[in-house]
């Protein structure tokens, strides 16, 4: 298949889309600005919020578009000049309440919660995400357009209480920690319940019943916020960590400094940047022949990070982004490296977004040698439908010559079929060359209907064989890329299969990779006839996966097993199952079988969790792959046991141990961790991995640090 029949048939299968539905969309609401702020405590007073308005409008919205909220929701928003105050009073059943979260930053997805989607520009393509569970453990994050950045954080508030009736939850977000245009007067707002037992989705308001409830484009309006201020707008995050480890034991001081030149532009200054705090990445074993990706997870370059996003690469499709930022602060011969300072200023002025991004650091491989690292990045608005942008990085960890990129994108994105939307993008980039010969360019373009009945992505990307941005990730140059994504999903609103069904789904994938003289290199399709969501939101899923791959030189998997340069074809059933996630034992199952190149190849990918209470979660994964190979055979696993311990809602333990057989290591990284407020935190941490390549008893330490760690965020 190439990419002209996959633009053919992405401009035939919308016409089987439904059409959205007017019915559920709010008009606009005039907010209310109090003289006196509520108290946030959790208990909904009705003097403190008199004057804030009223919402009872619920519908339910996932799985049955249009019921009545199961149980009564009545919200109350409200503001003034330094916060946005929302509450909620439920009245539900307190057995039917799933609430087994206490940690905060844990995981909270699977519990119930109330929230909101914030646009403060009301241009329904960015905005901000704050829920909080019955026990006050708070969940925020970006939203840019249809995807959630979930490892952003900021300052704000929320108490909740348990009632008679069910439980109620207020909640104040700071001016101060979100930006905004002082002279638009209209924002977003989404206002969202989640149940998990009986499965619902509860939201105020719908404008496409196609697309996810929380997304950005999904707000409704909110009018006459006026008069909002945000003090000096200067937040000073200090911090002092010890650390010990082989080369050094020493106190270092840190800052991050915030001023917010506008409410809707900001800068930040960090010298000696610490991330020691930071959670450590969990890795899964390798089986591909291709570097792994991994998500940022540091604050400094999570602030405003959906400013630097660039032809909608993202988390999970990244091979040419032309910036990731785990480039920074990290190198492919020293590992991490020292940033002495960095500065960064983000914003929007008008119609056109931008961020500027410069960080001086240790070289890699000279660490008494400095290198500065610079991103620039503008977007511009034009209209409702389309955005241009431009990027620009310079500098490399390690000083190379052809250390720039350039690069330019187109964003459109717009309803068609009655409110169904439609998103494209083409982009262009770069590189330095440092021979006229080199192919240092990569361009792409692709066309996403996002809907929920019928979702269809194509995608072209064509990645030169000398494409290699020195501050971007590209794991797979030299090639003509080609995709089409697709699915079918019915939700039964009525007969029998309603009343265990939530949806059952039907998928087509197709990829292709050519080389740059469009020779195949790769193909694969998916085919997954059945994919079911039971009421009790239990999934079972079988596909089928067949592949063509032409290998160029010889692919060595493991110690035993290897593969020669030619061209294979090989194929693959799988079958997944997750259990409902609202009991105290559950988890998921993938089985695989069949080939993998000329070998035969079983797999078992399996995660159990138990989760008695809220205080105690203990996760046990396993990622078992097996092969054989005439009278060969190659075992290789990877273990990961994870304990969290709430002692309350301010004390927590964390610990996480991973074993990979490829990669023959082991590391344990355990964390106690206090948060008395949301601007203080203290960390006690330990980080040890083990090389076992000649076994356990002959292991050598690869690495070995104990941490201390202290933050205190101050605001004027």
């Given at each position: 298949m190439?990419?002209?029949?996959?633009l053919?048939?992405?401009?035939?299968?919308?016409?089987?889309?439904?059409?959205?539905?007017?019915?559920?969309?709010?008009?606009?609401?005039?907010?209310?600005?109090?003289?006196?702020?509520?108290?946030i405590?959790?208990?909904?007073?009705?003097?403190?919020w008199?004057?804030?308005?009223?919402?009872?409008?619920?519908?339910?919205?996932?799985?049955?578009?249009?019921?009545?909220?199961?149980?009564?929701?009545?919200?109350?928003?409200?503001?003034?000049?330094?916060?946005?105050?929302?509450a909620?009073?439920?009245?539900?059943?307190?057995?039917?309440?799933?609430?087994?979260?206490?940690?905060?930053?844990?995981?909270?997805?699977?519990?119930?919660?109330?929230?909101?989607?914030?646009?403060?520009?009301f241009?329904?393509?960015?905005?901000?995400?704050?829920?909080?569970?019955?026990?006050g453990?708070?969940?925020?994050?970006?939203?840019?357009?249809?995807q959630?950045?979930?490892?952003?954080?900021?300052?704000?508030?929320?108490?909740?209480?348990?009632?008679?009736?069910?439980?109620?939850?207020?909640?104040a977000?700071?001016m101060?920690?979100?930006?905004?245009?002082?002279?638009?007067?209209?924002?977003?707002?989404?206002?969202?319940?989640?149940?998990?037992?009986?499965?619902?989705?509860?939201?105020w308001?719908?404008?496409?019943?196609?697309?996810?409830?929380?997304?950005?484009?999904?707000?409704?309006?909110?009018?006459?916020?006026h008069g909002?201020?945000?003090?000096?707008?200067?937040?000073?995050?200090?911090?002092?960590?010890?650390?010990?480890?082989?080369?050094?034991?020493?106190?270092?001081?840190s800052?991050?400094?915030?001023?917010?030149?506008?409410?809707?532009?900001?800068?930040?200054?960090?010298?000696?940047?610490d991330?020691?705090?930071?959670?450590?990445?969990?890795?899964?074993?390798?089986?591909?022949?291709?570097?792994?990706?991994?998500?940022?997870?540091?604050?400094?370059?999570?602030?405003?990070?959906q400013?630097?996003?660039?032809g909608?690469?993202?988390?999970?499709?990244y091979?040419?982004?032309?910036?990731y930022?785990?480039?920074?602060?990290?190198?492919?011969?020293?590992g991490?490296?020292?940033?002495?300072?960095?500065t960064?200023?983000?914003?929007?002025?008008?119609?056109t977004?931008?961020?500027?991004?410069?960080?001086?650091?240790?070289?890699?491989?000279?660490?008494?040698?400095?290198?500065?690292?610079?991103?620039?990045?503008?977007?511009?608005?034009?209209?409702?439908?389309?955005?241009?942008?431009?990027?620009?990085?310079?500098?490399?960890?390690n000083?190379?010559?052809?250390?720039?990129?350039?690069?330019?994108?187109?964003?459109?994105?717009?309803?068609?079929?009655?409110?169904?939307?439609?998103r494209?993008f083409?982009?262009?980039?770069?590189?330095?060359?440092?021979?006229?010969?080199?192919?240092?360019?990569?361009?792409?373009?692709?066309?996403?209907?996002?809907?929920?009945?019928?979702?269809?992505?194509?995608?072209?990307?064509?990645?030169?064989?000398?494409?290699?941005?020195?501050?971007?990730?590209?794991?797979?140059?030299?090639i003509?890329?080609?995709?089409?994504?697709?699915?079918?999903?019915?939700?039964?609103?009525?007969?029998?299969?309603?009343?265990?069904?939530?949806?059952?789904?039907?998928?087509?994938?197709?990829?292709?990779r050519?080389?740059?003289?469009?020779?195949?290199?790769?193909?694969k399709?998916?085919?997954?006839?059945?994919?079911?969501?039971?009421?009790?939101?239990?999934?079972?899923?079988?596909?089928?996966?067949?592949?063509k791959?032409?290998?160029?030189?010889?692919y060595?998997?493991?110690?035993?097993?290897?593969?020669?340069?030619?061209d294979?074809?090989?194929?693959?059933?799988?079958?997944?199952?997750?259990?409902?996630?609202?009991?105290?034992?559950?988890?998921?199952?993938?089985?695989?079988?069949?080939?993998?190149?000329?070998?035969?190849?079983q797999?078992?990918?399996?995660?159990?969790?138990?989760?008695?209470?809220?205080h105690?979660?203990?996760?046990?994964?396993?990622?078992?792959?097996?092969?054989?190979?005439?009278i060969?055979?190659?075992?290789?696993?990877?273990?990961?046991?994870?304990?969290?311990?709430?002692f309350?809602?301010?004390?927590?333990?964390?610990t996480?141990?991973?074993?990979?057989?490829?990669?023959?290591?082991?590391?344990?990284?355990?964390?106690?961790?206090?948060?008395?407020?949301?601007?203080?935190?203290?960390?006690?941490?330990?980080?040890?991995?083990?090389?076992?390549e000649?076994?356990?008893?002959?292991?050598?330490t690869?690495?070995?640090?104990?941490?201390?760690?202290?933050?205190?965020?101050?605001?004027?």
């Amino acid at each position: 298949m190439n990419y002209a029949n996959c633009l053919t048939l992405s401009l035939l299968l919308p016409v089987l889309t439904v059409h959205a539905n007017n019915e559920f969309k709010r008009s606009p609401l005039s907010m209310t600005k109090l003289k006196v702020s509520p108290i946030i405590d959790g208990y909904v007073n009705e003097q403190e919020w008199q004057g804030a308005k009223l919402i009872d409008q619920f519908v339910e919205f996932r799985p049955n578009l249009g019921k009545d909220a199961l149980y009564p929701i009545k919200a109350r928003i409200a503001y003034d000049e330094s916060y946005l105050y929302i509450a909620a009073q439920i009245t539900q059943p307190a057995k039917t309440i799933t609430d087994r979260v206490l940690t905060q930053g844990d995981r909270i997805w699977d519990e119930d919660y109330f929230g909101i989607t914030l646009d403060t520009n009301f241009d329904k393509r960015d905005a901000y995400l704050f829920h909080v569970t019955p026990s006050g453990v708070r969940e925020d994050g970006l939203v840019d357009g249809t995807q959630y950045i979930a490892q952003w954080s900021t300052i704000w508030y929320a108490k909740t209480q348990r009632t008679e009736q069910g439980w109620s939850v207020e909640m104040a977000i700071p001016m101060q920690s979100v930006s905004f245009d002082p002279n638009k007067s209209n924002w977003g707002l989404q206002l969202r319940h989640k149940l998990s037992k009986p499965y619902k989705q509860i939201y105020w308001n719908i404008n496409d019943p196609q697309n996810g409830g929380w997304t950005a484009p999904q707000v409704a309006q909110i009018t006459n916020l006026h008069g909002l201020s945000q003090g000096k707008g200067i937040e000073l995050k200090s911090g002092i960590s010890f650390k010990d480890n082989p080369k050094e034991s020493k106190w270092t001081p840190s800052l991050d400094a915030f001023y917010k030149f506008t409410p809707s532009v900001t800068g930040v200054l960090t010298l000696n940047t610490d991330f020691s705090g930071t959670d450590v990445d969990e890795v899964d074993i390798n089986m591909t022949r291709f570097n792994q990706f991994f998500v940022e997870k540091r604050d400094f370059f999570l602030q405003d990070s959906q400013v630097f996003s660039f032809g909608d690469f993202n988390n999970d499709d990244y091979n040419g982004m032309p910036f990731y930022s785990r480039t920074i602060g990290q190198g492919p011969q020293s590992g991490v490296l020292d940033i002495d300072w960095g500065t960064k200023l983000t914003g929007k002025l008008g119609n056109t977004s931008f961020g500027l991004l410069s960080v001086n650091q240790e070289k890699d491989g000279q660490p008494e040698d400095k290198t500065q690292l610079t991103v620039a990045r503008v977007k511009h608005q034009i209209g409702e439908a389309h955005q241009f942008g431009a990027m620009l990085t310079d500098g490399s960890a390690n000083s190379r010559d052809n250390d720039r990129l350039f690069g330019v994108d187109y964003r459109y994105a717009n309803d068609i079929f009655d409110n169904q939307q439609i998103r494209a993008f083409a982009w262009y980039q770069q590189t330095q060359k440092m021979y006229p010969e080199q192919d240092t360019k990569a361009y792409g373009a692709q066309i996403t209907l996002p809907n929920d009945r019928v979702y269809l992505r194509t995608k072209y990307r064509y990645l030169g064989e000398d494409f290699n941005p020195a501050l971007g990730f590209v794991n797979r140059n030299g090639i003509n890329y080609y995709e089409l994504v697709s699915h079918f999903r019915e939700r039964p609103q009525s007969g029998v299969l309603s009343e265990y069904i939530n949806y059952y789904q039907v998928n087509y994938h197709y990829y292709q990779r050519n080389d740059v003289n469009n020779n195949w290199l790769s193909k694969k399709y998916l085919i997954r006839p059945m994919r079911i969501e039971m009421k009790n939101s239990s999934i079972f899923q079988l596909q089928y996966i067949a592949r063509k791959e032409r290998l160029k030189k010889h692919y060595a998997m493991g110690r035993s097993i290897g593969f020669e340069a030619k061209d294979y074809s090989f194929d693959q059933w799988e079958a997944y199952y997750r259990t409902p996630t609202d009991q105290s034992v559950f988890g998921n199952i993938t089985l695989s079988s069949g080939e993998f190149y000329d070998s035969d190849r079983q797999q078992v990918l399996a995660e159990i969790n138990y989760k008695p209470n809220k205080h105690i979660l203990l996760q046990l994964s396993r990622h078992h792959h097996y092969y054989s190979k005439n009278i060969l055979s190659e075992n290789m696993y990877n273990t990961r046991f994870k304990a969290s311990i709430a002692f309350n809602n301010q004390w927590s333990w964390n610990t996480l141990i991973q074993h990979n057989t490829r990669a023959d290591s082991l590391s344990i990284f355990s964390r106690l961790r206090y948060q008395s407020a949301p601007d203080e935190l203290y960390q006690i941490s330990v980080n040890k991995g083990y090389d076992l390549e000649d076994g356990w008893h002959e292991r050598t330490t690869s690495f070995d640090e104990k941490t201390i760690k202290l933050n205190y965020i101050n605001r004027w």
